[in-house]
């Protein structure tokens, strides 16, 4: 066994200190290049994508200005033929002379042939008469025999089906120009594979007017929609600039929309907004696209329907119409996450004088391929690490003969202070920053020793700021986790609802009471005139909020939705100084305090009509009585003629008519009160129909009776409730006079049963529903008009409610809500 002397000891505790810090060093110059390699791979990506991106956007700026450019010369086109004889001979040199080159392929799927050819720019030019009827029509370099000529002021009579160019043209002022949407018939899947292309026109016309200026007609040329695809078809967002024919599945391709959001240029044909065989637009792929259409293609692309595959496909479509350029990331139907680049194509003929924009054009571009630069980078760094791995093991191993070679010949006179500086290091090591090696003479030990000791103290330093970080960002995170959930606690805990809006009128934020209010959980971004569309008048005032900084503040909403009026404290407050940052909008439901309100004043109403009533009755009654008496006393006496005699029997049957509204004021004005005992429903409900059933078979009404076998109990007044339905049922044979169908239905719903009276007849208007149970109302001559108020009282004394239902000519049903015995009691 070899002895362990200090020599052997200094002489490894040397080797391990020379090489410890070497070994350190180039493991953290390993692990520095490392970190560089991979920092410098992802600015290399992210710097390919930022030029990658601002080259597609400037490439389909261009794109769109050549698209511009191309219409115009077009309506140019248009203008100058206008000018010219249009004859035969004219619009043949004009169809021969206009021409454009196409580089497409052609041909079913396994049989495509590329093609590079000028072609005519117009499939068609017509000259159609001032009666719709077309005089000549050159098509396709030929022009068509009498018997093929249209009449195209008859939408169904025009090339698919429901052109409506001949009225819009028509319309327009001498040299005014129409410029269509591109249309032609829907191209499938099938279609396509099989070598069918999209025969879409684009058409502009102009009207033709005579010396006199009368309108002679209109001109037409139909552009050819292979030259608009040429724009579009060619374009290679990649290194190969240009292709023949791009791949839906490489991401990397371009197409046209027009302003409406429709897809016009596309390599899938069947994404082109297209015609059905009756003249129909094929609807777009949607979330409600069936499997059926997806599988066969017949699903046209409208970016405004695109959201569910993206929400950036309507957002630049909504951007374009802003005429803004710019771009997106996002994912296609296949889903390839893309780079979209997007600009306006500048152009405001009509029908496009909306937005002032024919459409757009997209470039996309495969993000994964940014990062073949970087990959690039990376695999050139990796192979220069390599040979540094290899150089600084060459170096390493030198040091340890150099190191070694120093130990053996200075172990001697330097053991004592490797010792220490060997236990200051451990000690280090196992995180004794404080640690320190003294420091004797001025050797390069002891400069070692020096550097050491500093190197401790930046450890120890840097360690007590870390630490020192750490414990503040602690803190900041909780304090922030505070506020945010103190913030949500107070917004979530009030009763009224709170959303507020950026200065363009979209939504930032909204609390769950929000969302109860209108019914639905609005997205953010919605715009407020989405959102508050069934509001009234609250839409335009928060327009006039945004637009002239007034009409903050809180005023009364009154909203009727489904029948029913709801009352709402609305208030508009500004963000920031004059709303700058936007605005917040309440909603407070004022509408139980509002029914109070209502039912408060309508039970001071009557309180003061039954006062009044009960003194007018008492006060009226005496007299009354002592003029029946007189009256009665002078028609028995013998000299008065049957004249005289029939004329005192009317007055004392008005007497006895002004006695029993009388007694129904005393009746409205102090009724008795209710004694209200638990009973059975359905056989006092069948003890009425017994009173009613004869009168119903006099009057020729049909009376039918439905009852609940299992009624839970309530309680109620027999009597009291026996004169409120009867009083129903008066009402209801009144309304029938020739005849009819009474029904009486008896049953329950969790905590009521129900009692309902509807007949057959003319049905009550809705502004008398609103005064129905008001006292002394009726549209009947020799009604009091209390009826109705006394059932109602009735009804609300055994704690329940009264509703009607009708429409003018569907006749009424009154519905008896009546309290089980538990609410009752409670």
Same mark, same amino acid.
């Given at each position: 066994?070899?002895?362990?002397?200090?020599?052997?000891k200094?002489?490894?505790?040397?080797?391990l200190?020379?090489?410890?810090?070497?070994?350190?060093?180039?493991?953290?110059l390993?692990?520095?290049?490392?970190?560089?390699?991979?920092?410098?791979?992802?600015?290399i990506?992210?710097?390919?994508?930022q030029?990658?991106?601002?080259?597609?956007?400037?490439?389909?700026?261009?794109?769109a200005?050549?698209?511009?450019?191309f219409?115009y010369?077009?309506?140019?086109? &248009?203008?100058?033929?206008?000018?010219?004889?249009?004859?035969?001979?004219?619009?043949?040199r004009?169809?021969?002379?206009?021409?454009r080159?196409?580089?497409?392929?052609? $041909? =079913?799927?396994?049989?495509?042939?590329?093609?590079?050819?000028?072609?005519?720019?117009?499939?068609? @030019?017509?000259?159609?008469?001032?009666?719709g009827r077309?005089?000549?029509?050159l098509?396709?370099?030929?022009?068509l025999?009498d018997?093929?000529?249209?009449?195209?002021a008859?939408p169904?009579?025009?090339?698919?089906?429901?052109?409506?160019?001949?009225?819009?043209?028509?319309a327009?002022?001498?040299g005014?120009?129409?410029?269509?949407?591109?249309t032609?018939?829907h191209?499938?899947?099938?279609?396509?594979a099989?070598? *069918?292309?999209?025969?879409?026109? +684009?058409?502009?016309?102009?009207?033709?007017?005579?010396?006199?200026?009368?309108?002679?007609?209109i001109?037409?040329?139909?552009?050819d929609?292979?030259?608009?695809?040429?724009?579009?078809?060619?374009?290679?967002?990649?290194?190969?600039f240009?292709?023949?024919?791009?791949?839906?599945?490489s991401? /990397?391709y !371009?197409?046209?929309?027009?302003?409406?959001?429709?897809?016009?240029?596309h390599?899938? %044909?069947?994404?082109?907004?297209?015609l059905?065989?009756?003249?129909? &637009?094929?609807?777009?792929?949607?979330?409600?696209?069936?499997?059926?259409?997806?599988?066969?293609?017949?699903?046209?692309?409208?970016?405004?329907?695109?959201?569910?595959?993206?929400p950036?496909?309507?957002?630049?479509?909504?951007e374009?119409?802003k005429?803004?350029?710019?771009?997106?990331?996002l994912?296609?139907? $296949?889903?390839?996450?893309?780079?979209?680049?997007?600009?306006?194509?500048?152009?405001?003929?009509?029908?496009y004088?909306?937005?002032?924009i024919?459409?757009?054009?997209?470039i996309?571009?495969? !993000?994964?391929?940014?990062?073949?630069?970087a990959q690039?980078?990376?695999?050139?760094?990796? *192979?220069?690490?390599?040979?540094?791995?290899?150089?600084?093991?060459? @170096?390493?191993?030198?040091a340890?003969?150099?190191a070694?070679?120093?130990?053996?010949l200075?172990?001697?006179?330097?053991?004592k202070?490797?010792?220490?500086?060997?236990?200051?290091?451990?000690?280090?090591?196992?995180?004794?920053?404080?640690?320190?090696v003294?420091?004797?003479?001025?050797?390069?030990?002891?400069?070692?020793a020096l550097?050491?000791n500093?190197?401790v103290?930046e +450890?120890e330093?840097?360690k007590?700021?870390?630490t020192?970080?750490?414990?503040?960002?602690?803190?900041?995170?909780?304090?922030?986790?505070?506020?945010? /959930?103190?913030?949500?606690?107070?917004?979530?805990?009030?009763?009224?609802a709170?959303t507020?809006?950026?200065?363009?009128?979209?939504?930032?934020?909204?609390?769950?009471?929000?969302d109860?209010?209108?019914?639905?959980?609005?997205?953010?971004?919605?715009?407020?005139?989405?959102v508050f569309?069934d509001?009234?008048?609250l839409?335009?005032?928060?327009?006039?909020?945004?637009?002239?900084?007034?009409?903050?503040?809180?005023?009364?909403?009154? @909203?009727?939705? *489904?029948?029913?009026?709801?009352?709402?404290?609305a208030?508009?407050?500004?963000i920031?100084?004059?709303?700058e940052l936007g605005?917040?909008?309440?909603?407070?439901?004022?509408?139980?305090?509002?029914?109070?309100?209502?039912?408060?004043?309508?039970?001071?109403?009557?309180?003061?009509?039954? *006062?009044?009533?009960?003194?007018?009755?008492h006060?009226?009654?005496? =007299?009354?009585?002592?003029i029946s008496?007189?009256?009665?006393?002078?028609?028995?006496r013998a000299?008065?003629?049957n /004249?005289?005699?029939?004329l005192?029997?009317?007055?004392?049957?008005e007497?006895?008519?002004?006695?029993?509204?009388?007694t129904?004021?005393?009746?409205f004005?102090?009724?008795?009160?209710?004694?209200?005992r638990?009973?059975d &429903?359905?056989?006092?409900?069948?003890?009425?129909?017994?009173l009613v059933?004869?009168?119903?078979?006099k009057?020729g009404?049909?009376?039918?009776?439905d +009852?609940?076998?299992?009624?839970p109990?309530?309680?109620?007044?027999?009597?009291?409730?026996?004169?409120?339905?009867?009083?129903?049922?008066?009402? !209801?044979?009144?309304?029938?006079?020739?005849g009819?169908? %009474?029904a @009486?239905?008896?049953?329950?719903?969790p905590?009521?049963?129900?009692?309902?009276?509807s007949?057959?007849?003319?049905?009550?208007g809705?502004d008398?529903?609103?005064?129905?149970?008001e006292?002394?109302?009726?549209r009947? $001559?020799?009604?009091?008009?209390?009826? &109705?108020?006394?059932?109602?009282?009735i009804?609300?004394?055994?704690?329940?409610s009264?509703?009607?239902?009708?429409?003018?000519?569907?006749g009424?049903c009154?519905?008896?809500r009546?309290p089980?015995?538990?609410?009752?009691?409670?």
């Open positions: 066994m070899i002895r362990p002397t200090i020599f052997r200094f002489l490894f505790a040397a080797l200190i020379a090489l410890a810090p070497m070994l350190a060093v180039a493991l953290v390993l692990a520095g290049v490392e970190e560089a390699r991979d920092r410098l791979a992802q600015q990506g992210a710097s390919s994508e030029m990658a991106s601002e080259s597609l956007q400037m490439r389909a700026q261009q794109v200005e050549a698209v511009s450019s219409l010369e077009r309506e140019n086109d &248009l203008l100058f033929l206008a000018t010219q004889p249009l004859d035969r001979q004219t619009l043949q004009y169809y021969s002379s206009h021409r080159a196409v580089w497409e392929l052609v $041909g =079913p799927e396994h049989e495509r042939r590329e093609i590079r050819e000028q072609l005519p720019l117009y499939r068609s @030019i017509a000259v159609v008469g001032p009666d077309e005089q000549l029509v098509k396709d370099g030929r022009f025999p018997h093929r000529l249209r009449n195209v008859d169904a009579g025009t090339e698919f089906g429901s052109e409506t160019y001949f009225q819009e043209i028509k327009l002022k001498p005014q120009v129409y410029v269509s949407r591109v032609g018939r191209v499938t899947i099938a279609e396509q099989a070598g *069918k292309r999209f025969e879409g026109v +684009l058409r502009l016309g102009t009207p033709l007017t005579g010396p006199d200026g009368r309108f002679n007609g001109l037409v040329l139909s552009l929609h292979r030259h608009l695809m040429e724009f579009s078809q060619h374009i290679d967002p990649g290194p190969g240009l292709t023949l024919a791009p791949t839906y599945e991401g /990397n !371009a197409f046209l929309f027009d302003d409406e959001g429709w897809i016009i240029t390599p899938k %044909l069947w994404d082109i907004r297209g059905d065989q009756q003249g129909q &637009l094929v609807p777009p792929y949607s979330e409600r696209s069936t499997p059926e259409q997806i599988k066969t293609g017949r699903i046209p692309y409208n970016l405004d329907h695109a959201g569910f595959i993206h950036n496909y309507p957002r630049v479509a909504a374009v119409r005429r803004n350029a710019g771009v997106a990331t994912t296609n139907v $296949g889903g390839a996450r893309k780079i979209m680049a997007y600009a306006p194509i500048l152009y405001d003929r009509a029908p004088q909306r937005y002032g024919f459409g757009g054009v997209t996309g571009y495969q !993000a994964s391929q940014f990062q073949q630069q690039a980078g990376s695999l050139l760094i990796n *192979k220069q690490l390599k040979q540094y791995r290899s150089r600084s093991v060459l @170096i390493l191993s030198l340890v003969l150099l070694g070679l120093a130990a053996w200075l172990a001697r006179g330097i053991t202070p490797v010792q220490r500086l060997n236990e200051s290091a451990r000690q280090v090591a196992h995180g004794e920053t404080g640690a320190r003294p420091v004797t003479g001025s050797d390069e030990l002891a400069d070692l550097t050491f500093a190197m103290a +450890l330093l840097r007590q700021n870390l020192a970080t750490l414990d503040q960002l602690r803190a900041s995170r909780q304090e922030i986790l505070d506020e945010r /959930n103190f913030k949500e606690s107070i917004l979530e805990s009030i009763s009224s709170i507020t809006f950026a200065p363009d009128g979209t939504l930032t934020s909204r609390n769950s009471t929000a109860q209010f209108l019914g639905q959980s609005w997205p953010l971004e919605s715009h407020y005139a989405t569309a509001w009234g008048d839409p335009a005032r928060i327009a006039q909020a945004f637009t002239e900084g007034v009409g903050y503040g809180r005023e009364p909403l009154k @909203i009727t939705e *489904k029948g029913r009026t709801r009352h709402f404290d208030g508009i407050f500004p920031g100084a004059n709303g605005l917040t909008v309440t909603l407070r439901d004022e509408t139980v305090r509002e029914q109070l309100r209502e039912e408060t004043l309508r039970l001071d109403r009557l309180a003061s009509l039954g *006062k009044l009533a009960a003194g007018i009755a006060e009226i009654r005496n =007299p009354l009585t002592g008496l007189l009256l009665d006393d002078l028609h028995d000299p008065l003629s /004249n005289e005699r029939e005192l029997r009317k007055a004392l049957d007497i006895e008519r002004m006695e029993r509204l009388i129904s004021l005393l009746s004005a102090a009724p008795p009160r209710a004694e209200l638990s009973g &429903l359905s056989q006092a409900v069948s003890s009425l129909v017994l059933r004869r009168p119903c078979e009057q009404v049909l009376l039918k009776l +009852l609940d076998n299992e009624l109990p309530c309680r109620f007044d027999a009597e009291k409730l026996q004169q409120a339905l009867l009083n129903l049922v008066k009402n !209801a044979l009144e309304a029938m006079p020739d009819g169908t %009474l @009486i239905r008896v049953s329950h719903e905590g009521w049963n129900l009692i309902s009276v007949d057959s007849g003319p049905g009550i809705a008398d529903q609103q005064l129905l149970f006292p002394f109302f009726t009947k $001559g020799a009604g009091t008009g209390l009826g &109705l108020s006394i059932t109602k009282r009804i609300e004394e055994h704690g329940g009264l509703e009607v239902t009708s429409s003018p000519g569907q009424a009154f519905t008896v009546l089980l015995n538990d609410t009752a009691s409670s």
